[in-house]
């Protein structure tokens, strides 16, 4: 497992900005930030066993090492929208632990992830909350304008225009907001996700062990935030139940034991809402 060196929380450090950054554009900032690569990042999804492991009503479900939440495929996507609570975490049964809540376009089944979000992590026993930006394989970037606490109301967009991807985060519960364009090579616009994740290393090795979160709450009916989660492609513009059987939701397990770490609900009512349940580091 990482040493984790980096303490996001009431410690002031700098890091050497990541080579793989090169590759990423800069574009408008809307909000101060201090480019800080994270020593995790957020990698496009990991399968486990057999893939779809089985279909429920028009959702395919399938096991992943590092991804719990809901997706939608199709062709040419140039939005996805979500919002969720910010969790808290118990760093007391999972010291020494990590876990990611974010929006993003691609990572469903290419290389590439176009994504923004929030940790809550687990400083050894000492809780850690912050906002992040990634245009995967280059480095996570810490947000260290839009500050996170725990029941704060995220809200996060990730469009795609010309040839730039532009992510954009809120606080919700504060006002303050960011946001950061880049071109990523290499970007099929084939996925829209809503996720909880066991984020991962910077050389894209072992996934790290998953904070108890409890549960955490995405979309319009738990934020009051309208217009999430939903997500716009070449053909269809709504809600994560508009993508019809091209709906997909992915459970967390643990890549040795096949145990279920974090686990999605069904979807609510109108199409638009969910929780995940952490079950196991």
């Known amino acids: 497992m990482l040493s984790k060196g980096l303490q996001i929380s009431g410690i002031s450090f700098m890091l050497a900005i990541s080579p793989a950054l090169a590759q990423v554009s800069s574009g408008p900032v809307a909000a101060p930030s201090t480019a800080v690569v994270t020593p995790r990042q957020h990698a496009p999804r990991r399968v486990y066993g057999l893939v779809p492991e089985h279909v429920e009503g028009n959702v395919t479900v399938s096991d992943s090492t590092n991804w719990s939440g809901y997706a939608v495929t199709g062709s040419s996507f140039t939005t996805a929208k979500a919002s969720w609570t910010v969790p808290t975490v118990n760093c007391t049964t999972t ?136 997500a716009t492609d070449s053909s269809v513009s709504g809600a994560i139940s508009a993508f019809g059987t091209a709906v997909n939701e992915a459970i967390m397990v643990n890549g040795s034991t096949g145990a279920d770490e974090a686990v999605p609900s069904s979807l609510s009512s109108d199409g638009t809402s969910f929780t995940v349940k952490w079950d196991s580091e």
């Open 95 to 230: 010291p020494n632990t990590y876990s990611s809540f974010w929006v993003g376009l691609d990572g469903w089944t290419s290389s590439t992830v176009e994504q923004t979000g929030t940790d809550s992590d687990c400083d050894g026993k000492s809780p850690s909350y912050y906002a992040w930006y990634e245009f995967y394989p280059a480095g996570s970037v810490l947000i260290s304008s839009v500050a996170v606490s725990p029941g704060n109301h995220i809200s996060a967009t990730v469009s795609y225009s010309g040839s730039e991807f532009t992510t954009t985060i809120t606080n919700e519960t504060t006002g303050k907001s960011f946001s950061k364009s880049g071109k990523v090579s290499g970007a099929k616009r084939s996925s829209a996700e809503w996720i909880a994740e066991a984020p991962c290393c910077t050389n894209a090795g072992g996934i790290l062990p998953l904070s108890d979160f409890g549960t955490v709450d995405f979309g319009d009916d738990y934020t009051g935030v309208t217009g999430t989660n939903d």
